[in-house]
């Protein structure tokens, strides 16, 4: 009888019980985190009432304005996914979309959920693993690819301007840094199979060394499975680098879009924040925020994007209704839409069944 299964089977509950514990700290950590925002900090910045007095004063046109940039919104999710995985219809793209949205948006560690979500729906929906993984891939990259650039596009804008912003500046030069690393990384995966190989090879090694650790079976292949993935991605960017391009492009461009009609519609004036700003001060929470300290950014985002564009010329009032429209904008109609998409996905299958 081999002494090493009881050993196993007691560590394993331990191992679980300090996961539970990481996890339980994780959401009161989250928790405290959107308590002081909304409760302490941006009280502190602007009366609530005085929020309130300005978003009472929208006209009718003003939030038809609104409600006209958050659909649109939402309607630039799928064509990315559409681009990534060919067979994807629009509808099935939306219902992908709002519901892993609706998940990393709701959920500690919810970026991890949504991502593992969206691969069980495509692949209830028979899409090929491979294809899936490809475009799973592909879409997180090139949203990555854009959160970088537009801080750095937006530094480069202020620079011409003769502005000098010391935190974007610093944000850039880390822009700068992450957007080597990636070319780096996607140069070494695309420039041969042999070197896809071994890479593949380098990354099981050091992926069975942790999974040896937590006492189970160490995954193997991976070489071949990276040369495979190689071939798929060149294939499909051959192809379609360009739609998913300007699509993901697309998708970040009207969530700032949002935030600009939210700014100008509370009075946050051009000679305040003039869009530049604005794009500066939004591509830089967004490029901070890449690690979600809570689901969403719910908190950090908020306190962040008001001391930027505070900081740029804008009142305080104005400043912290335009971004709480902006957030109730874009981060409320996806969690609402993602929990009714979510009810329903099984249905949304493919007239004609994929590979």
């Known amino acids: 009888m081999n002494d090493a299964g009881p050993e196993a089977s007691t560590q394993q509950p331990h191992a679980r019980r300090r996961l539970s514990w990481r996890r339980a700290l994780g959401v009161v950590a989250a ?3 959107v308590v002081a925002v909304f409760a302490n900090f941006l009280p502190g910045i602007a009366d609530y009432t005085d929020v309130l007095d300005v978003v009472r004063g ?9 409600a006209v940039v958050g659909v649109i919104n939402i309607l630039t999710f799928p064509p990315p996914w559409m681009a990534a995985l060919p067979g994807l ?7 992908l979309t709002q519901t892993s949205t609706a998940l990393s948006s709701a959920v500690p560690g919810g970026d991890a959920v949504g991502i593992g979500v969206s691969f069980a729906m495509l692949r209830q929906w028979r899409f090929d693993s491979q294809a899936v993984t490809t475009a799973v891939v592909l879409t997180g990259l090139w949203n990555q690819l854009i959160n ?4 750095l596009v937006a530094l480069a804008l202020l620079t011409l301007g003769g502005e000098d912003q010391p935190l974007l500046r610093t944000a850039g030069l880390i822009g700068v840094v992450v957007l080597m690393v990636v070319v780096v990384g996607i140069v070494a995966v695309m420039r041969g199979e042999g070197s896809t190989r071994r890479l593949g090879e380098r990354a099981q090694r050091a992926t069975g060394w942790v999974l040896r650790l937590a006492r189970r079976e160490p995954a193997t292949g991976w ?8 071939r798929e991605t060149i294939n499909l960017l051959a192809r379609r680098w360009a739609w998913l391009t300007l699509a993901s492009l697309a998708g970040h461009l009207s969530v700032f879009a949002v935030l600009i009609a939210c700014l100008r519609v509370c009075d946050v004036t051009s000679a305040e924040v003039n869009w530049i700003e604005a794009l500066a001060a939004w591509g830089l929470v967004r490029l901070l925020t890449a690690v979600p300290i809570t689901p969403g950014g719910l908190g950090v985002v908020e306190l962040g994007l008001t001391g930027a564009l505070i900081g740029f010329g ?3 009032a104005e400043v912290v209704a335009a ?3 902006y957030r109730a904008i874009t981060y ?4 609402v839409l993602g929990a009714l998409f979510g009810l329903t996905w099984r249905k949304h299958r493919l007239a004609d069944a994929a590979t």
Do not use: M
């Open 31 to 33: 928790l405290a985190v």
């Open 58 to 66: 929208l006209s009718t046109l003003q939030l038809l304005l609104l």
């Open 89 to 95: 219809s629009f509808r099935q793209g939306l219902v």
């Open 148 to 151: 970088v650039c537009l801080p």
């Open 223 to 230: 070489g071949a499975a990276f040369v495979h993935f190689r």
């Open 314 to 316: 804008g009142q305080d």
């Open 323 to 325: 971004v709480l429209l």
């Open 332 to 335: 409320l109609p996806p969690i």
